[in-house]
């Protein structure tokens, strides 16, 4: 399906000690998390939108089991999941409310451009998302009211945020987390999997990474695989996150699907980027996604334009 000859390449050089870092980039839905699957043969490893909605919502490594588990356990993994520290909290949650304060004044104000409300709309509801997760409790999924907390004199005298932040830490150590930050399963088998990862999906925007840990060709040779959720992330922390990791990896995969290909400036800017990133001797670009074309012999007449 895809053609892998100069990742092997690259997997015959990787020196013992130390990880080769592979970063899988490229739009939403392109087809990263189907990509790492098939390069682990193992299906529901990485989370992929195939038969749902979910996607990828935060930064996961794949990497090397340090233990000596014998083969008939390869398919389990130990999962550890890192929360964002108190420094990023803060940061995620004061953006959350400047947006959601921004567009409650908009909304006694007619002087900007529709266009420009209808953004700071979108940044309400994404500031509004994130108060509701950090109040519902886990496992009883009961919501802690929230509204009361986004009086316009609390949000200015630092209330808000300080109430969100106790809330977000609390949210965090439910979710067993020790003074790390990051909480730990271990031997997760792959069918497990959905119901470990929708533990850690309910608290996704502040969560920095997870790493599955796990034993595979490619992983026991030192490769460490990234997963990132689809470029353009909303969170401003997160999203600064990943463009590091991309900065940082050895080997930037991006994938892009046909009919994205033919719209030439998305991808020239995606290029662009990680070239400045890294260089272009560090990138592969992989079209994915071909047998669209070959499954639909109208494939080029719906998707170039002249
Ligand atoms: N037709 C086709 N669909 C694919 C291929 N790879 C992935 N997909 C589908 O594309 C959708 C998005 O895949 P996903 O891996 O979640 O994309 P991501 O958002 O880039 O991680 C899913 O429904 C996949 O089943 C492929 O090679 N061909
Ligand atoms: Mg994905």
Redesign the pocket.
Known sequence: ?HNYLELLQQIQQVAPGKPFVVVVT?K????????INSLLSRPGLAE???GGDA??RFMTRFVHRDSNLDATDSKTSGIHVHYLNTESIREVLSRALDDFSRYEHELFSLDDSEVEVAGYKIAWNAAKNIFAIISTSFPSKIMEPWEHLLIHERIEHGEALQDLVARTERRISEAGAENTGSSHFQNVKDIELARTRARANALWPIIQLMDIATSDRLVNNNIVLV?VP?LGDSNHVRATAIDKMRRYADLELI?TDPARTTDNNELRRQLDDSIRAHGINKIVLIV?????ITNNENFWDENISP
């Open positions: 399906m490229g939403m839905s392109a087809g990263k998390s189907s990509l992929s939108s195939s996607c990828t997963d689809g994938v994915n996604k071909n047998d669209d």
